[in-house]
């Protein structure tokens, strides 16, 4: 099976700045195959990025992703309150369809 | 709307076997796949296993002897059925929408059933 392993597990930060999750995976994947999801608390995932750097329909431009091979990266540019929440990286490349263990962001 | 619901007991005793539903409305089961995927409270995501837009199925090697996945595509709903359960099976069980594109993502999931395992 294909380990996600992100980073940090958690996050603390202010409103405006800029945050930066990284999703390492135990082999190589392309890029279409890396998405990251949101999670509120006491909500359902929701898909935010697709294929490493899509926007998936409704996602504001401050949310991006970057990345190949083993590395992968989810930016958040300018954090705003109602962006807190758990963060996941997901690789659909081989069976299992595993996730990372998430990220989770808190405002100062 | 895409839209899928998920139903189900929200106890079952060890040793017995879970039955959940995901009804789906917006889209067509013949042309999109439909994944479950679980969460443990506090816990991060685990995902189950596949029925295709043609009716085949994969699941994870960890649950593969326990889980089975199925569909009634008339009725536009699709069922996941695992016995053994053990405590550690306790788990809020999404059901999603997977979207291909080379490799599998999930665009809409359900609200999801919580199931608690306890005797």
């Known amino acids: 099976a294909i380990v996600l392993n992100q980073s940090p597990s958690s996050i603390v930060a202010s409103q405006g700045e800029k945050v930066t999750i990284t999703c390492r995976a135990s082999s190589s994947i392309s890029s279409n195959y890396l998405h990251w999801y949101q999670q509120k608390p006491g909500a359902f995932p929701k898909l935010v990025i697709y294929?490493?750097?899509y926007r998936a329909s409704g996602i504001p431009s401050r949310f991006s992703g970057s990345g190949s091979g083993t590395s992968y990266s989810f930016t958040i540019s300018r954090v705003e309150a109602e962006d807190v929440a758990t963060y996941y990286c997901?690789?659909?490349?081989?069976?299992?369809?595993?996730f990372g263990s998430g990220t989770k962001l808190e405002i100062k | 709307q895409v839209q899928l619901k998920e139903s189900g007991p929200g106890l079952v005793q060890p040793s017995e076997t879970l039955s959940l539903t995901c009804t789906v409305s917006g889209f067509s089961l013949t042309s999109n796949s439909v994944h479950w995927v679980r969460q443990p409270p506090g816990k991060g995501l685990e995902w189950m296993g596949i029925?295709?837009?043609?009716?085949?199925?994969d699941y994870n090697s960890a649950l593969k002897s326990r889980l089975s996945i199925s569909r009634d595509t008339s009725k536009s709903q699709v069922f996941l059925k695992m016995n053994s359960l053990q405590t550690e099976d306790t788990a809020i069980y999404y059901c999603?929408?997977?979207?291909?594109?080379?490799?599998?993502?999930?665009?809409?999931w359900g609200q999801g059933v919580m199931v608690t395992v306890s005797s």
């Open positions: 294929s490493t750097s």
């Open positions: 997901q690789q659909g490349s081989s069976n299992p369809f595993t």
């Open positions: 029925i295709r837009s043609g009716g085949s199925t």
């Open positions: 999603t929408r997977g979207r291909y594109n080379s490799g599998y993502y999930f665009d809409y």
